[in-house]
């Protein structure tokens, strides 16, 4: 026998007298009956089980769709849609209910009163106006006609506003005060500074920020971009979003009047460094290599667009190294000043050598010619004394000029080896003074500059400044099971991950041995600790590889934003507490400063 599927029973239901059992009661029928978990369906059971009518749903995703769709193109619209999306967020009835007769007692308004409007504008046509010729009222006309682009309602306003201009200059009514109203007439009919579809001002205001974008393009891209695009959006058709032209027109002239402080410092900063570049090739007497270095510098200075930034930097770089120049320029004339000395001993020895050998040659031929014409041999024994006397002198005088040229050898050898340390040095000089040697990045005294610069320019700009404190996690360890050359590269390595991972405008430095500080302008605190985070990311994707084995380099942060008036060390000392808490609470994570 076939047996039937027994149809689901209704089940005994519970109390269903409050709100929360008939809630329950409902999610339990829903999963007896195997109905989907929908709103829709739940709703639906609910009042099943509740005995109560479904309340009428609030159709709010339909609504919202037709206030994306309503226009806006004057003020009058943009009330009536923003009063509409109002009532839609609140999901009240009665509130769409009053936004809806508005807006069609509105329509009707308007319909009734474009008769009115041109019998009356006609009428005034005809009248004879205080300063208003018939000329001079086609040109109005005209200028109303054209500035309402094809908009009926703006049309209609405007021709109200003509109308009511017309109106009181005619002569009839004409006040005493002609001069005033025929004032307010003008400024009544004038267009408003949001009357951006007057071709004139449209084609003026565009035009002028094309003249900005062609300015900026070289110097600040992101700033000819955003006037590009205004000039666009303002030829396109400025009154369908007014109030974003106007609010990206006044971020534009900001951001403008920061550029032109921008060019006042670095017009200035660039004076200082030139001057202290002439200064320096004035001061070059002893080597080019001086000179080529410095032609360097300033190679590298115009290859970049000119910002305070890094004409800061260069100023300083050559201050040091005019500086340290200084001092190694002395060194080095000390030590060709020693070598010279050394060689004119020489040559003076040399000579005495030849001096003292010349005469004794001469005195050998004398005692030869002396033996040859000896009569007996006392005359022999005389002569004989007298070579071995001579000889034993050179023989001393030989022995030591030997030793003096031994030692002077020597000493020229030290002085040569001693001007090549100093000309390596000096070569490495503009390299390496706020650069720490290892890393490459800046050392302290670096950073201190960078900070100075930007706390400057954060003030004067009202922009975040973060400083994020970095520590390795565990370095002691890298060094002791992998050699201290290793401990170098995996620095080495987290220093190119870092600098890889951040954006230019941010400053690395070398804060001590495995610490590092990374300097953030224009950043508020969550995004500069998002920013150390992400190189934590980065480091667990590049592995540090040493001899073939992968090693997980891992660091502990803490960041800060600066404070209004904060000094930069206090700034600092705020994140490298929150990087001894990062350290405290297991190592590997960033902590926000308080
Ligand atoms: N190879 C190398 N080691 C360095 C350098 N500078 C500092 N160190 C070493 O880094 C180690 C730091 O050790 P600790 O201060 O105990 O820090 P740690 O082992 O990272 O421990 P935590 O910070 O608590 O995670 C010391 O052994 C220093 O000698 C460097 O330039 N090169």
Redesign the pocket.
């Known amino acids: 026998m076939i047996q039937r599927p027994t149809p689901p029973r209704r089940p005994k239901m519970t109390d269903t007298s409050q709100p929360s059992d008939v809630a329950r009661e409902t999610l339990r029928q829903l999963a007896m009956r195997r109905i989907a978990p929908t709103p829709d369906n739940y709703r639906a059971l609910y009042h099943e089980i509740a005995g109560s009518l479904a309340e009428e749903v609030f159709p709010e995703r339909a609504f919202k769709q037709i206030a994306a769709a309503l226009p806006r193109h004057n003020r009058e619209s943009l009330r009536l849609a923003r009063e509409f999306e109002s009532a839609i967020s609140q999901a009240e009835w009665p509130a769409l209910r009053a936004v809806m007769a508005d807006a069609f007692s509105r329509t009707e308004e308007t319909n009734l009163n474009w008769g009115n409007l041109l019998r009356d504008l006609v009428s005034e046509w005809d009248r004879r106006q205080a300063g208003l010729t018939q000329a001079r009222k086609r040109e109005m006309l005209d200028r109303v006609l054209t500035a309402s682009g094809g908009n009926p309602e703006k049309l209609f306003e405007r021709m109200q506003g003509l109308l009511r201009a017309w109106s009181r200059n005619s002569d009839e009514d004409l006040p005493g005060n002609e001069a005033a109203d025929s004032a307010e007439a003008v400024q009544t009919f004038a267009p408003t500074p949001s009357d951006t579809t007057s071709p004139l001002c449209t084609e003026l205001l565009a035009g002028l920020l094309d003249g900005i974008a062609a300015q900026a393009k070289l110097t600040e891209p992101d700033l000819a971009n955003e006037a590009g695009e205004l000039a666009g959006m303002i030829r396109q058709g400025p009154a369908l979003a007014p109030e974003l032209v106007r609010q990206r027109l006044d971020k534009l002239r900001a951001r403008l009047e920061w550029s032109a402080e921008d060019q006042h410092a670095v017009r200035d900063a660039l004076q200082r460094v030139l001057q202290l570049i002439l200064e320096n090739i004035s001061e070059l007497v002893v080597d080019d290599r001086w000179l080529h270095g410095q032609i360097a510098l300033m190679g590298e200075m115009f290859d970049h667009p000119l910002d305070v930034r890094i004409l800061g930097e260069l100023e300083n770089r050559l201050r040091d190294v005019i500086q340290r120049q200084g001092a190694i320029k002395i060194e080095l004339n000390d030590a060709q000043t020693r070598l010279k000395d050394m060689l004119a001993r020489f040559v003076d020895r040399l000579g005495d050598f030849t001096e003292s050998t010349g005469e004794y040659h001469d005195k050998i031929e004398q005692c030869a010619e002396r033996i040859s014409s000896a009569q007996d041999i006392t005359q022999l024994t005389d002569v004989i004394a007298e070579v071995m006397r001579e000889t034993r002198t050179v023989q001393e005088t030989t022995r030591r000029s030997r030793s003096e040229l031994e030692e002077l050898r020597t000493r020229v050898h030290d002085a040569n080896s001693e001007i090549t340390r100093l000309q390596v040095e000096l070569e490495q000089t503009s390299e390496l003074i706020r650069h720490d040697p290892?890393t490459g990045v800046l050392n302290r005294k670096g950073l201190d500059e960078a900070l100075t610069r930007e706390t400057a320019l954060a003030r004067r700009r009202g922009t975040a400044l973060c400083v994020g404190l970095l520590?390795?996690?565990?370095?002691?360890?890298?060094?002791d099971n992998h050699g201290?050359?290793?401990?170098?590269e995996?620095?080495q390595h987290l220093v190119d991950v870092v600098r890889e991972n951040v954006r230019p405008q941010d400053s690395v430095a070398r804060y001590?041995?495995?610490e590092f500080v990374v300097l953030l302008p224009d950043t508020l605190l969550d995004s500069a600790v998002a920013t150390m985070v992400r190189l934590q990311r980065a480091l667990t994707k590049r592995f540090f590889l040493t001899r073939q084995q992968k090693l997980l380099i891992t660091f502990?942060a803490g960041v800060a934003e600066m404070h209004d008036g904060e000094a930069p060390e206090e700034a600092l000392d705020r994140a490298d507490k929150a990087m001894y808490i990062a350290?405290r609470s297991g190592?590997n994570r960033v902590i926000a400063a308080t």
């Open positions: 290892l520590d390795v996690d565990n370095f002691k360890q890298i060094n201290h050359q290793t401990g170098d995996a620095l001590g041995g495995e502990s350290k190592k």
